[in-house]
């Protein structure tokens, strides 16, 4: 697989992936789930 | 006394429910490998952030402040801008009327699968005996009915059962259904992301959807594809948004809502690109073709295209057509609810009707409309309202929305609400996207839009397709939308509190 290619898969995995989990993990930490 | 979720949980599901649908898994891949590969990450993120989450926010904030469907919701922040809502609101239930036609061909593919019934050739499967199209396109009938499709209307039927029923149980009823249907599409794709990504040839499937050719970014169509996808993505401007948090309680953390919402949808847009692609390299691999060859969006990839690599997989190709064929009924599934939930409130607002009244008379009208999706001719007929009610109806919602409320009824007062409960707090950057940002871009995409269709009519339809199905529809549903603001309803004024901080500050 090409160079750029694993970056971009890596990049999109950690904007998307991080960006979801950073607000779940607020949401756990502070409001709750209730 | 209106109706509230049971936990924020199921508020969450079921808006990112809304959001994810299937142009998350056949629309998002292609634009992404035809806007520059992973270099169109980067308009992507700064559309989202600077007019997705913006507007999520925004209608959220609507929703929970005034406690009130799309119509409602616009009444309370000044009663001029109802009109907005019912704008909204009509074009949200002009998509269901098609939408569930689309949820009827994936169950009666979904059937199929279990027999891999579309053989060799699933591109004539699809229109000579599922849409039974043929004859209205070998006699150039474009435009006529001809009647229904005899392999539709039962899977038809059985779609618009399964949303009544949902929309009919209410926003519990609705919060737990979600708490299946949501996550069973993400699961699915992602079975199918490790069964792409384990096929020979998924590699180069990988390389031509993510392979970044960074002069993209110097062109506008390509920031324009990245606000375009990211504005259709997140059901913004359809009255679901706002409908879905009038059910929650006031103190809702508003700006982590539509973080998480945005975030799940772009993820799973994202998985659904690799599985996509990974199978479409292993189908290119074994045709001895290049990939450029079988890529493919939207219908033709659902339902043309990734059957027939399903045809090629080595192992239990069936399995992989009904894992295929439930994810794509299950991903059109909640955003169906939420059309027909977003229609139902505001009926049930404006005149004072029973959730069960009002579900009935929705369902039962959007039933009867959408019949003619499912008749022999009704393909041209949703690909010619879909092109409408999405580049011109949607659009210019969003923009109205974006002019009303950001500087008829103040961008920071939405913003001061949004930082009274929520976590992370909003800065002035949030006035900026929702009073100049998104309605720049909106207007750019409509004039750019409105000179293309003057230019060529869609698709090449006929004319009274064009005005049936595109201009007049559009210009109905706007003078509907006006004549339901001028009529006066029965709906209370209960619900709203007037105590915010933020309207203590304006006093």
Redo the contacts between chains.
Sequence with gaps: ??T??V???I???L???G??L???T??TR????? | MRERWTWRGAFIVAAIGSAVGLGNLWRFPYVVYDSGGGAFLIPYLVALLTAGIPLMMLEFTLGSRFLGSAPLAMKRAKPSFEFVGWWAVLAGFGIITYYAAILGWSLRYLWGAFTLEWGADAGNYLFDKVLQLMPVLEAEAYGSLSGISTELIIPFIIGWLAIFLVVFSGIRGLGRVVMVTMPLPFLLILILMVRGLTLPGAVDGLNFYLTPDFTALANTQVWLAAYGQVFFTLSLAMGILIAYASYLPKDSDISNNAFMTSFADALTAFLGGIAVFTTLGYMAGQLNVPVGEVVASGVGLAFVAYPEAINLMPVAPAVIGVIFFVTIFTLGLDSAFSLTEGVVSAVMDKFSLSRRLAAVLVSGLAFLIGLIFVSRGGLLWLDQVDHFINNFGLVTIGLFTCLLIGWGYGAHKIRDQINEHSEVKIGVWFDICIKFITPIVLIILLVLNFIDRIQTPYEGYPAFMQIVGGWGLIAFLFLLGIIFMLFKGRESSAGVDDTSEADKKEV
Aim: charged share 15%; net charge positive.
């Design positions: 697989m090409e750029s290619a970056v971009s898969l990049v999109g995995l904007i998307f992936g960006g979801f950073w607000s779940a607020i949401a502070k409001k709750g789930w209730k």
